[in-house]
T-cell receptor, first 113, second 115 residues
């Protein structure tokens, strides 16, 4: 069974640009969550999607957005990039909404210069 | 305000001995707790979890203990092996109200297994 796939693995962007990251969950999993990991703040919850609907959102500005498609694949978008957005962005897949164990992808390392 | 705290940034343990990683939480609404292991440049790998209705869960070399009154959980690894060297994250979630809340993570403990 394939795991959670995130693309791209690495990305370098310039301040002010926007970026889209992609996540394909484990087959059969319908819930996708996104997390940001930075050295100072650790792992922080961005948002969770289930059945193409955002179910919950963490404490991040509106520049961070996402969506989920009918095949459960998800994308997250960050607009007007800032240097502080440099981080490892992780996607987690769960079988159902409010499910217990979350399985993570390898992440996308975003560097903003 | 950190709701999940791992107060030891690092821990060094001799191979073959027991590793004990600790985690404290402040939100009494958390009802499910998880431990993840993370290597550099990889996503966290799920290790073991425990529901708030239990006080112990065991899976091979890994045992998680939950003390609800103290709002404390711990992960025991015995015996410790060199491949256990990694950063371990404690995470908690609140599933109340039918909502799908995200995981709240601690900042991690870097476990180093000495040969």
């Amino acid at each position: 069974k394939a795991g959670v796939t995130q693309t791209p693995r690495y990305l370098i962007k310039t301040r002010g640009q926007q970026v889209t990251l992609s996540c394909s969950p484990i087959s059969g999993h319908r819930s996708v969550s996104w997390y940001q990991q930075t050295p100072g703040q650790g792992l922080q919850f961005l948002f969770e999607y289930f059945s193409e609907t955002q179910r919950n959102k963490g404490n991040f500005p509106g520049r961070f957005s996402g969506r989920q498609f009918s095949n459960s694949r998800s994308e997250m978008n960050v607009s007007t990039l800032e240097l502080g957005d440099s981080a490892l962005y992780l996607c987690a897949s769960q079988r159902a909404e409010g499910g217990t164990e979350a399985f993570f992808g390898q992440g996308t390392r975003l560097t903003v210069v | 305000d950190q709701q999940v705290k791992q107060n030891s940034p690092s821990l060094s343990v001799q191979e073959g001995r027991i590793s004990i990683l600790n985690c404290d939480y402040t939100n009494s609404m958390f009802d499910y707790f998880l431990w993840y292991k993370k290597y550099p440049a990889e996503g966290p790998t799920f290790l073991i979890s425990i529901s708030s209705i239990k006080d112990k869960n065991e899976d091979g070399r890994f045992t998680v203990f939950l003390n609800k009154s103290a709002k404390h959980l711990s992960l025991h690894i015995v015996p410790s092996q060199p491949g256990d060297s990694a950063v371990y994250f404690c995470a908690a979630r609140w599933g109340g109200g039918g909502g799908a809340d995200g995981l709240t993570f601690g900042k991690g403990t870097h476990l180093i297994i000495q040969p």
